[in-house]
């Protein structure tokens, strides 16, 4: 099929007047359908446009709009959502596209646009940029951090293994680890492993497998993986839902995705990381013959020790045996009946010095009994309390008039404090309170009526109704009755609703940042 021609302004048809007198007149939208059938006409389908994006907006309707711009020129560009949807990586001003898309005229406005079918980056891939994208965003996050990452088990009894029930990587695993392992038990949690949904599924049973390992005994370690195959078969691995659901996990996951040239997302987040399905089982679990060879290892060590443990111990019996007190038993008898005597002669010795020191001090008390009786103590015991007497006398003679003197001042003291008196006191004290705290009542009444009044009128002066009674206005969308605050939000086209003080009209904005076409 032959392309179809540009449009060229030339080869359009000037319509004759079919009345010289009287020109033909047309609608606004008469005109912009002319030019639209002039550009389906004249342009092709499907154009390729590149430049950077520029303007970029996502309303909550899902739809992107944006300008594609060169150092000299601008196009608008809109984006339905059912397109942005398949857009892998971010869209970001600045970025320099490739947008494939044809080119219609939006008629309620009067502009021409591309509706863009299909955008890739300029100079790289989608899937390479949006994986560059995820990989800077969580390394970020500090998901790639060797420190948060969790062992493996030594010996795992219990595996677990998320892939396709029906691919060669669950073949190759089970193989392997059957060969490897015997005993070990394998649980697998199906899931698709590409195209669309295949991510969510994954992740699903990523949690899943958490959820029930207390119920299935305990899962020690978990493969998450495929076979080999192309980038766009290999993505459901990239997605940001299976990286986050990978390392919430509390089971410590192997990632096995593709040959030993891919590297996936998951790969970096998981806890290890294998270059194939198979690698990922050997990665795991130990050989049998391996465990069996450490085994005996073990058990030769083990028996070397015990031996040299037992020659070590013949060899202190061998010691004890020839010590001298199993092979002369008698001699310590009789060294100790020896010792014996010897702590019999001195406790004697000691009980001979003991009664002497006894009967000196008995001596001593016999002639201080014979002094007591023959009455110097007791005129010693009279003068010392006679004296002690006198000295009495004179301290309570003193400490009486001191008494005396203190109990006059003390009544003194207490006549002037009588509770009549203090009675008297606290009611004047009182009245004065009484009085000081009605005028400091009537003051603050007074003042929180002038604050009051003075934010009554603060109040008036930012009423919108009072506002507009001053000759301004509210310009809201029709639609959605949303105030518009920024040129920024107006589209061409807007059917806008502009609030006066004595009611309300609508009318249909103009977009200044767009240029008209043919002006």
Request: glycine share 6%; proline share 6%.
């Amino acid at each position: 099929m032959p392309e179809r021609p540009l449009f060229d302004p030339a080869r359009v048809r000037p319509v004759p007047p079919s009345v010289p007198s009287a020109p033909v007149t047309y609608t606004v939208r008469q005109v912009n359908e002319l030019i639209r059938g002039a550009l389906i006409q004249y342009l092709p389908a499907a154009i390729h446009v590149v430049g950077e994006i520029a303007d970029l907006s996502r309303p909550s309707s899902g739809h992107v709009y944006f300008t594609l711009k060169d150092q000299t020129s601008e196009l608008p560009c809109v984006m339905w959502r059912s397109v942005a949807a398949k857009v892998r990586f971010e869209l970001k001003p600045g970025l320099e596209v490739i947008a494939t898309g044809k080119v219609d005229v939006y008629i309620p406005r009067g502009v021409y646009q591309l509706y863009v079918s299909r955008l890739e980056p300029r100079g790289i891939g989608a899937l390479e940029l949006a994986f560059r994208q995820l990989k800077e965003r969580l390394e970020r996050e500090g998901l790639f951090d060797p420190a948060r990452k969790k062992p493996l088990p030594r010996i795992p009894y219990r595996v677990a293994v998320v892939t396709s029930p029906t691919g060669a990587a669950i073949r190759d695993i089970v193989q392997t680890l059957r060969r490897r392992f015997p005993p070990l038990e394998i649980v697998l949690f199906p899931v698709r492993v590409q195209g669309e949904g295949a991510a969510e599924e994954i992740a699903a049973a990523i949690r899943l497998m958490n959820a029930v390992a207390a119920q299935l005994g305990g899962i020690d370690v978990a493969i998450v993986g495929r076979g080999g195959g192309s980038l766009e078969d290999l993505w459901a691995f990239n997605e940001e839902v299976v990286a986050r659901a990978i390392a919430e996990s509390r089971i410590p996951v192997v990632s096995a995705v593709g040959h030993e040239i891919d590297v996936s997302i998951s790969d970096l987040v998981a806890d290890a990381r294998a270059a194939t399905p198979t690698a990922a089982a050997q990665l795991i679990v130990p050989q049998a013959s391996d465990l069996l060879e450490w085994l005996s290892q073990s058990e030769q060590r083990a028996h070397r020790t015990l031996h040299h443990r037992l020659e070590l111990a013949h060899a202190r019996l061998s010691a004890l045996l020839a010590s001298e007190v199993l092979s002369r038993p008698l001699a310590l008898v009789q060294q100790r009946a020896q010792m014996f005597d010897e702590l019999q002669h001195r406790l004697r010795l000691s009980l001979v010095e003991r009664f002497r020191k006894v009967r000196q001090q008995l001596d001593r008390a016999e002639m201080a009994i014979l002094r007591f009786r023959s009455g110097v103590y007791f005129r010693r015991l009279s003068e010392r309390l006679a004296a002690q007497v006198a000295r009495l006398g004179r301290a309570l003679g003193q400490g009486a008039l001191r008494a005396e003197r203190a109990l006059a001042a003390r009544l003194a003291r207490l006549e002037r404090a009588s509770p009549q008196m203090r009675l008297i006191r606290l009611d004047e004290h009182l009245a004065q309170m009484c009085l000081r705290l009605q005028s400091a009542a009537r003051s603050i009444r007074s003042q929180c009526r002038r604050q009051l009044e003075a934010r009554l009128q603060a109040l008036a002066a930012y009423n919108p109704a009072n506002v507009l009674q001053r000759g301004y206005s509210i310009t809201r969308e029709a639609n959605s009755r949303r105030i518009l605050g920024s040129v920024e939000q107006v589209r061409e086209g807007l059917l806008i609703c502009t609030q006066l003080a004595d009611g309300e009209f609508q009318s249909v904005a103009r977009d200044p940042r767009q240029g008209r076409l043919f002006q």
